[in-house]
């Protein structure tokens, strides 16, 4: 039953998955819109909510566990929907077992150090499962569109060079292997928005009173580097896609089935995992067994400390 399960789910999710090696034309490659037979909302809703159970059953045993740890990273465009994502994707899961990391323009503390730095910091345990919502990955996405960001960064002239994004790129693959290597799976989601929804989606936040907290001039100044933007997300897709830790492509003009197919990514690595609960040894088998017995033979609770009781 579960391995039929698992076929399903690896079966869903195997067209959205950048083939390492392979060289991505986002534009062309992936379609915003897609949506994998699943036609209608409702059923999408339905699935989902299966997921999220499934979720909340092996991030218990991740817990238990407490030998692995996943490292989802989730990147997108202004208005992706990375963080209706993450609040409908693991609404089931104790949030202790949970920890989700935003990255914004780095601090004067995060420029003072190497560029891996503040992911590092924030990096989930063994047993947990950490979010990045961006990652390290906008180290050659936005600093890559922007190059004023590097200045800011404060490379010495040898590292600053012509070949800088393949290096990057280098170094980021070195990097998610050696977590890989040490028990921690790194999950990297890209949330693909079509032009047209992301300008819809920008509307919506203009004309409803309740979505205008949400609205920001900056975004649509980003917007105008539309096509920066594919072009360093293709590399960088092409680039970081690797057997260890492949990059998924997430149609994402469909909330509905964005959530389902990141919930599907999640499920799968997890069941890949199938992380177990500890068992007990003989010794502490025998404990349990003396602490049944003392249990049952209760009969008043101690009047005094330590259970003896006055004359
Ligand atoms: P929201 O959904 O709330 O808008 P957000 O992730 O877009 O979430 P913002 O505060 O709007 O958060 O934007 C964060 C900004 O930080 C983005 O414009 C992003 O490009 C920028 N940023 C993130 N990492 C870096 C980096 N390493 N260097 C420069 N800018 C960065
Ligand atoms: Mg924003």
């Keep these: 039953m579960n391995d039929v399960r698992a076929k399903r789910i690896a079966n869903f999710i195997e067209p959205l998955r950048v083939e390492p090696g392979s060289k991505v034309r986002l534009a062309k ?33 991740l817990a238990a566990e407490n030998t692995r740890g996943v ?91 012509k070949n800088l994004w393949a290096r990057r790129f280098r170094e980021i693959n070195d990097w998610e292997r050696y977590l890989t290597d040490n028990g921690f799976s790194v999950v990297k989601l890209f949330l693909n928005l079509s032009w047209e929804e992301q300008r819809a989606r920008f509307l919506r936040r203009i004309d409803v009173p309740d979505r205008n907290w949400k609205f920001s001039a900056a975004d649509i100044r980003e917007r105008r580097f539309w096509k920066d933007y594919q072009h360093a997300f293709s590399e960088m897709l092409s680039a970081t896609s690797k057997p260890w830790a492949p990059w998924y492509v997430i149609p994402a003009d469909r909330k509905w089935f964005a959530r389902l197919c990141a919930g599907a990514v999640l499920a799968h690595t997890l069941m890949e995992l199938d992380p177990q609960y500890p068992r007990v040894s003989d010794e502490a088998r025998d404990e349990l067994s003396k602490a049944r017995a003392e249990l049952e033979a209760e009969e008043q609770p101690p009047t005094t400390a330590g259970g003896s009781r006055r004359a």
């Design 71 to 161: 490292l989802l990273c989730l990147q997108a465009l202004d208005a992706g929907g990375k963080d209706g994502t993450i609040r409908h994707v693991m609404s089931g899961v104790n949030p202790q077992g949970v920890k989700v990391s935003s990255f914004k323009v780095p601090s004067a503390e995060e420029l003072d150090h190497d560029y891996l730095w503040r992911y590092a910091c924030r990096l989930p345990a063994r047993g947990e499962i950490g979010i990045f919502n961006r990652s390290h990955y906008e180290e050659v996405l936005v600093v890559r569109v922007h190059p004023e960001n590097l200045d800011r960064q404060r490379l010495p002239g040898a590292s600053a060079g």
């Design 29 to 61: 490659d992936f379609d915003p819109a897609f949506k994998a037979g699943v036609t209608k909302k409702r059923d999408g809703r339905e699935l989902l909510r299966t997921g999220v159970e499934l979720l909340a059953e092996y991030q218990r045993r």
